[in-house]
């Protein structure tokens, strides 16, 4: 079985400040990782993967395989930052399984 | 920017009514998947298909729930009958290829039953 635990509802920083949401998962092969966003009235988009090894918007996440993580992190929290977080995970038969989502709210 | 169309955007049904979302997928995209989102929880994968071929229907309530793609490009998810518990937001996604790419998601289809 797969399974993706983010275990914040809600991450309230100041702007400026730096950002890191938690994600861990549970998969006995080898995963493949993805963060979601869903900006407030929009759809839901894909933010990053690992396989990447991109920073998209000032976004980074890197997997570790040993404490089987795969955190999201930003240095300086932006306004436009404040939207619904998913991460995701793509085991086996190619399914993607969601975690529940941390709401991410950057104060000014 | 190519979209996933899905329609209705709203539906409100009555308990015990049949009810019928529709997805337009991307065009080319090979992949298509049905998701409930329930409020407050992560999108759950109902169904996915591989042109007109069903991948994964293991999460979807066959009693109640079906979908096809019978062309392999557009589909429908009916549900009949509708219950209470199936209110949620109901989301089509499409892939290029489901090995390299992510997903593409449409805006949904909010179900309220009543």
């Known amino acids: 079985a797969q399974r993706v635990t983010q275990p914040e509802k809600l991450l309230s920083v100041f702007k400026g400040a730096p950002v890191e949401l938690k994600c861990n998962y549970s998969?006995?092969?080898?995963?493949?990782l993805f963060w979601y966003v869903q900006y407030s009235r929009q759809r839901l988009q894909l933010l990053l993967r690992?396989?990447s090894r991109e920073s998209i918007k000032g976004f980074t996440a890197d997997l570790n395989k040993g404490e089987t993580s795969f955190h999201l992190k930003k240095p300086f929290a932006q306004e436009e930052d404040s939207a619904m977080y998913y991460c995701?995970?793509?085991?086996?038969?190619?399914?993607?399984?969601f975690g529940t989502g941390t709401q991410l709210k950057v104060e000014l | 920017e190519a979209e996933v169309a899905q329609s209705p955007r709203y539906k409100i049904t009555e308990k015990s009514q049949a009810v019928a979302f529709w997805c337009d997928p991307i065009?080319?995209?090979?992949?298509l998947y049905w998701y409930r989102q329930i409020l407050g929880q992560g999108p759950e994968l109902l169904v996915q298909?591989?042109?007109?071929?069903?991948?994964?229907d293991s999460q979807l309530p066959k009693d109640r729930f079906s979908a096809e793609r019978l062309k392999g490009v557009d589909s429908t998810l009916k549900i009949q009958p509708a219950e209470l518990g199936d209110s949620a937001m109901y989301l089509c996604?499409?892939?290029?290829?489901?090995?390299?790419?992510?997903?593409?998601f449409g805006s949904g289809t909010r179900l309220t039953v009543v």
């Open positions: 998969y006995s092969g080898s995963p493949e």
């Open positions: 995701a995970l793509r085991g086996g038969g190619n399914k993607l399984t």
């Open positions: 298909f591989q042109d007109e071929s069903v991948v994964d």
């Open positions: 690992h396989i």
């Open positions: 065009s080319g995209h090979a992949t």
């Open positions: 996604a499409s892939s290029l290829d489901q090995h390299l790419y992510g997903y593409t």
